[in-house]
């Protein structure tokens, strides 16, 4: 039973373009939604995160955007560079458990 | 530097071998925790800790056990590993557990197991 599901599993954007993860949970009770960025070799890394109580924030050139009734929330990449390429996961938070999504390969071309 | 590092990084082994992974971190975090990350399932938490001698199973603990006797390390242990535990693991910290600081701030860069 996956409480996270994110999609798409794989993505292709031009550079310059706006590449747009999403994810869906189920548990209401989760309380914090974090996005994390992986390179290959590398663990994940926080990237940027949200509480319920918000519906959009933005850091630098990646915002979250958050429809709490919809029980969804995803990630916007805007004027996506080669240097974003890498695997984005999703995750959602409930006390000291952290339930990621399945990931999301993006690969941004020059 | 503030990190968390993960020792061996790679590891074949055979079933049934009993084998320890060791996680340590130099942030003082009291929260750790450990994950293992299969293609198509993303990450999914085995056990965490919310400070010494506290830890709790996460969603996948079958299989698996820690300790927290000091605060820097969470080390995973796997009894009689089998085929089914080959994975990629990760481990993480974060200064503590609760509202928004679960997310763990810092991974390990992981350890890739091979069960034979």
């Known amino acids: 039973q996956q409480q996270v599901k994110q999609s798409p599993q794989s993505l292709i954007v031009q550079k310059g373009g706006i590449s747009i993860i999403n994810c869906a949970y189920e548990n209401t009770a989760f309380d914090y939604f974090p996005w994390y960025q992986q390179f290959p070799g590398k663990g994940p890394a926080l990237l940027i995160a949200i509480r319920p109580d918000v519906s959009e924030k933005k850091e630098g050139r990646f915002t979250i955007s958050f429809n709490k009734s919809a029980k969804q929330f995803s990630l916007h990449i805007m004027d996506s560079q080669p240097g974003d390429s890498a695997t984005y996961f999703c995750?959602?938070?409930?006390?000291?458990?952290?339930?990621f999504g399945q990931g999301t390969t993006l690969q941004v071309k020059p | 530097e503030a990190q968390v590092t993960q020792n061996p990084r790679y590891l074949i082994t055979v079933t049934g071998k009993k084998l320890t992974v060791t996680c340590s971190q130099n942030?003082?975090?009291?929260?750790m925790s450990w994950y293992r990350q299969d293609p198509g399932l993303g990450l999914r938490q085995i056990y965490y800790?919310?400070?010494?001698?506290?830890?709790d199973k996460g969603d996948v603990p079958e299989g698996y056990k820690v300790s927290r006797k000091e605060k820097r390390n969470f080390p995973l242990i796997l009894e009689s590993p089998s085929p089914n535990q080959t994975s990629l693991y990760f481990c993480?910290?974060?200064?503590?557990?609760?509202?928004?600081?679960?997310?763990?701030?810092?991974f390990g860069d992981g350890t890739r197991l091979s069960i034979l």
């Open positions: 995750a959602a938070s409930r006390r000291a458990e952290l339930i």
């Open positions: 993480a910290s974060s200064l503590s557990g609760g509202q928004g600081a679960a997310q763990p701030q810092h």
């Open positions: 800790s919310m400070n010494v001698e506290v830890t």
């Open positions: 942030m003082n975090h009291e929260y």
